[in-house]
């Protein structure tokens, strides 16, 4: 019986998992490799993601360096930056891309705190959704004659326990990138 909680406190952790993994993209006023990691870039052919191609790294705060491990590839790295949506402006000297952070104006700010505030009650619905498709397993499991009701009871509230935690996982996940981005 205890699978269908598991289950679904598996389910629920991928979920944080995953908006972490989201809000690692979000650009804030720090330099951050993240902000590549869904960046490809065309490697002979194949789309590769950039820091399989390229060393990326943050001399300083504002300043993300990236050396292409082929120098070939220096053109590429820089149209598929200039095509993302990361709004970046990388220059080259023919050996590394220099990319300058500009600081966020408060309006940018409060436009990537809402980006984030969907991404977080986007997965506030899918950990939900999980919970109620573990309710209806639990019914089963009573209509079938498994469990008894006061199992059924038990199950339920145990569910909505783990479900609870998991809501106040992601708040805290949202709290903490927003204080992030609003730092100035």
Do not use: C
């Amino acid at each position: 019986m205890h699978s269908v909680i598991s289950s679904s406190e598996e389910r629920m952790k991928k979920t944080v998992s995953s908006l972490k993994d989201g809000f690692a993209s979000l650009r804030t006023g720090r330099a951050s490799a993240a902000l590549f990691d869904k960046i490809k870039v065309d490697y002979y052919g194949d789309k590769s993601p950039l820091n399989q191609v390229a060393n990326i790294s943050i001399p300083e705060a504002r300043l993300i360096v990236i050396q292409p491990w082929d120098k070939n590839l220096i053109g590429e790295i820089e149209k598929a930056i200039r095509s993302s949506e990361l709004s970046l402006n990388p220059s080259n000297d023919g050996k590394v891309i220099r990319i300058s952070i500009p600081p966020l104006t408060e309006e940018r700010r409060k436009e990537i705190v809402k980006l984030a505030k969907n991404q977080t009650e986007q997965s506030r619905v899918a950990v939900r959704n999980i919970r109620r498709d573990g309710n209806e397993e639990i019914k089963k499991l009573l209509k079938d004659g498994d469990i008894t009701e006061d199992e059924e009871t038990k199950h339920s509230e145990e569910l909505q326990k783990v479900t609870d935690s998991y809501i106040t996982k992601i708040n805290q996940v949202l709290e903490e990138k927003e204080k992030e981005i609003m730092e100035v």
